[in-house]
């Protein structure tokens, strides 16, 4: 049994690392730009509350 398992990694396990650092590198890219959008929002949101306040407000 081991033989076999040693076999098959041995077989398959470059493959399998392969896969699973290419999944890893593209979770790293997905966080990254989470990150960068998150802080686009950010600066969004401030701008728009800058405008809002210096706005003229309607009404009477």
């Not at 040693?6 to 077989?11: R, S």
């Not at 890893?24 to 401030?46: G, M, P």
Request: net charge positive; proline share 3%.
């Amino acid at each position: 049994m081991s033989d076999a398992l040693i076999g098959a990694l041995a077989e398959h396990g470059p493959w399998v690392l392969m896969v699973f650092f290419l999944l890893y590198r593209d979770l790293q890219k997905d966080q990254a730009t989470r990150r960068v959008l998150d802080k686009n929002t950010q600066i969004l949101i401030e701008m728009t509350t800058m405008i809002r306040e210096r706005l003229p407000r309607g009404g009477s």
